[in-house]
Nanobody
């Protein structure tokens, strides 16, 4: 019913930048919050940042000042601009969206397939 497709991951040197994109499609009536999580090897998945439909942002302290989340409500897309990348940012990054589909009144959370970000020299 709803698909989230991510792009923009890859290999980058420490101090470099990447921009992740995640586009939602399907039977979408409304999208509430959208966000990015990450999961490093051997660790639990953690929130990186999320953004409401009104633009309110929540992010983890370790990325403040380096990562910026934004969204395009017209195109149902969320972005994560990542600057000053560090080795510890290496992880699989997953986007999510809280979506109300046509014909329903309650939002459900949908996830992307994940994109690998590797920070290494």
């Amino acid at each position: 019913q709803v698909q989230l497709v991510e792009s923009g991951g890859g290999l980058v040197q420490p101090g470099g930048s990447l921009r992740l994109s995640c586009a939602a499609s399907g039977s979408i009536f409304r999208i509430n919050a959208m966000g990015w999580y990450r999961q490093a090897p051997g660790k639990q998945r953690e929130l990186v940042a999320d953004i409401t439909s009104g633009g309110s942002i929540n992010s983890v302290d370790s990325v403040k000042g380096r990562f910026t989340i934004s969204r395009d409500n017209t195109n149902n897309t969320v972005y994560l601009q990542m600057n000053s990348l560090k080795a510890e940012d290496t992880a699989v990054y997953y986007c999510n969206a809280d979506v109300v589909i046509w014909g329903q009144w309650r939002a459900n959370r949908y996830w992307g397939q994940g994109t690998q970000v590797t920070v290494s020299s």
